[in-house]
């Protein structure tokens, strides 16, 4: 069975610190990975996406990508209260039609003043 | 731009009633379409998903079904609800290999 690993948290950062929120997947084909903001009571948001080994920067926000450890986590820098949200890893095996994901359960962060 | 919409946002419905939910997509064509559920506290469980018009893959046995009468719409059924049926109820998109984007969600209680 697919799976996707997240520590459930609370992940508590104080204000303007990096937040490091970490996945672990164990399918060795998985082809794509996604990281989506869920605020209480909300639906989940893409907040973003990364194919290829490495680093993928967009703002704040800094995805790294580790194959063959098969890890994927999100940096956020500068975290604002506002970032305090369950953070949902996601992954695509690349296998079959439909482009289905897995999910993990999340990470909660808290952002502290 | 591409929108989604889910409606009802909430419903309470009595157990061994019917159920529909709707959702429909915006500003793209033949999208991927996918219903999942996310029970309180849990990760989100994809329930089906569907790749075009009339084409449902079903991911796990239960008491749901789904179907595909257009492009753009997806609906998820019961004929009989259970209490096991409560929960978040999510529709997503996604185009090819792309991000899958989420409506607002239906949250559902059973009584």
């Known amino acids: 069975q697919k799976e996707v690993e997240q520590n459930s948290g609370p992940l508590s950062v104080p204000e303007g610190a990096i937040a490091s929120l970490n996945c672990t997947y164990s399918?060795?084909?998985?082809?794509?990975f996604f990281w989506y903001r869920q605020y209480s009571g909300k639906s989940p948001e893409l907040i973003m996406f990364?194919?290829?080994?490495g680093d993928k920067e967009d703002g704040r926000f800094t995805a790294q990508l580790n194959k063959a450890s098969q890890y994927v986590s999100l940096l956020i820098r500068d975290s604002q209260p506002s970032d305090s949200a369950t953070y949902l890893c996601a992954v695509n095996a690349g296998t079959g039609g439909g482009n289905k994901l897995t999910f993990g359960t999340g990470t909660q962060l808290k952002v502290e003043l | 731009s591409q929108t989604i919409h889910q409606w009802p946002a909430t419903l309470v419905q009595p157990v061994g009633s019917p159920l529909s939910l709707e959702c429909t997509v915006e500003?793209?064509?033949?999208?991927?379409l996918y219903w999942y559920r996310q029970a309180a506290g849990r990760g989100l469980q994809l329930l089906f998903y569907s790749v075009g018009i009339g084409q449902i893959s079903s991911e796990v046995p239960q008491n749901l079904s789904a179907s595909r009468p257009q492009d753009r719409q997806f609906i998820l059924s019961s004929k009989k609800l259970l209490l096991s049926d409560s929960g978040f109820y999510l529709c997503a998109w996604s185009l090819g290999n792309q991000p899958q984007h989420f409506g607002d969600g239906t949250r559902l209680s059973i009584l």
């Open positions: 990364i194919y290829s080994n």
């Open positions: 399918d060795r084909g998985s082809q794509s």
């Open positions: 500003g793209t064509s033949n999208p991927n």
